[in-house]
């Protein structure tokens, strides 16, 4: 059964940085494309970042371009989320996505962890 | 950039069908998968690539897609049907995942 379970959201002030992981079990994680998706309190979904197996590429929503890092270690089964420069806007819960078959067709998705900017 | 359509709300009797519609220039050209998020819960895939259903889904849902509207429809609509629903392609010009911006689904 694929698991993903995310961690490190925390409540931070606007500037800061934050740094979220998903641990991933039940599949090989190294096979497969990953990705971040949020949410804001009461919101749709937002696409945020994707990362390739091989992390060798990476794309990023305008929104967050050159603020926010997404890698991988497949060693270790986990994917990461670096983000800087925060604004209250970013504000969300943040989901981690496996990729399936399909380019972006997400078929497992974590329960997400809670992002909170504010002064 | 691309920009995906859907209604806010959608109401249906249970047992009739439901029909949530997914507006998009050219959607047809696009692979669209479906998402179905119940209250407190994380997203489920429910469709992808415009018709095809992960195992576990019941046949009860399916896809369509053409010209500049793709369709999720849910026949014999049950209380536990009401969610949230998102459709979202891949948009290659920005390389980037695009989703709809919902429709809640209430079931009368």
């Known amino acids: 059964e694929v698991q993903l379970v995310e961690s490190g959201g925390v409540v931070v002030q606007p500037g800061g940085s934050l740094r979220l992981s998903c641990a991933a079990s039940?599949?090989?994680?190294?096979?497969?494309?990953m990705h971040w998706v949020r949410q804001a309190p009461g919101k749709g979904l937002e696409w945020v970042a994707l990362?390739?197996?091989?992390?060798?590429?990476?794309h990023y929503a305008e929104a967050v371009k050159g603020r926010f890092t997404i890698s991988r270690d497949n060693n270790n089964n986990s994917l990461h989320l670096q983000m800087n420069s925060l604004r209250t806007e970013d504000t969300a819960l943040y989901y981690c996505?496996?990729?399936?078959?399909?380019?972006?067709?997400?078929?497992?998705w974590g329960q997400g962890t809670l992002v909170t900017v504010t002064s | 950039s691309y920009v995906l359509t859907q209604p806010p709300s959608v109401s249906v009797a249970p047992g009739k069908a439901a029909r949530l519609p997914c507006g998009g220039d050219n959607i047809g050209r696009k692979g669209v998968q479906w998402y179905r998020q119940r209250p407190g819960q994380a997203p489920m895939l429910v469709i992808y690539f415009d018709s095809a259903r992960p195992s576990g889904i019941p046949e009860r849902f399916s896809g369509s897609n053409s010209g500049n509207t793709a369709t999720l429809n849910i026949g014999r609509v049950e209380a536990g049907d009401e969610a949230d629903y998102y459709c979202q392609v891949w948009d290659p010009d920005s390389d980037s995942a695009i989703f709809g911006g919902g429709t809640k689904l209430t079931v009368l």
């Open positions: 996505a496996k990729e399936g078959t399909q380019l972006s067709m997400l078929d497992s």
């Open positions: 039940g599949f090989i994680f190294a096979d497969y494309q």
């Open positions: 990362i390739t197996w091989d992390a060798q590429t990476t």
